[in-house]
Nanobody, 121 residues
Framework: QVQLVDTGGGLVQPGGSLRLSCAAS????????MGWYRQAPGKERELVAT???????NYADSVKGRFTISRDNAKNTVYLQMRRLKPEDTAVYYC???????????????WGQGTKVTVSS
């Protein structure tokens, strides 16, 4: 009933840029926060960046100054602009949305299917 589709991954050389997008659709009453996590091979999933409906942002220390998260509330879409990419940014990136489906339902987290980012020369 709620679907998140994240796109924009690919292969990029070190120092390059990529822009990820994630659109939420379905039975959505309100989205309080959206964001991105990533999981590298053999590692746990980690927070990359989050953004609230009021545009407050939070970043992992490892991406501060290089990544920018933004959001289009009207389109229920979140973006992650990634610059000066490093090989250690290689991972599957997952978007998420914390939302309520109706005014009566509690907030729940929903996840995209993941988009792979590979930083390599």
């Amino acid at each position: 009933q709620v679907q998140l589709v994240d796109t924009g991954g690919g292969l990029v050389q070190p120092g390059g840029s990529l822009r990820l997008s994630c659109a939420a659709s379905g039975s959505i009453f309100v989205i309080s926060a959206m964001g991105w996590y990533r999981q590298a091979p053999g590692k746990e999933r980690e927070l990359v960046a989050t953004i609230t409906s009021g545009a407050s942002t939070n970043y992992a220390d490892s991406v501060k100054g290089r990544f920018t998260i933004s959001r289009d509330n009207a389109k229920n879409t979140v973006y992650l602009q990634m610059r000066r990419l490093k090989p250690e940014d290689t991972a599957v990136y997952y978007c998420y949305a914390r939302l309520k489906m109706t005014v009566l339902t509690p907030q729940n987290d929903y996840w995209g299917q993941g988009t792979k980012v590979t930083v390599s020369s």
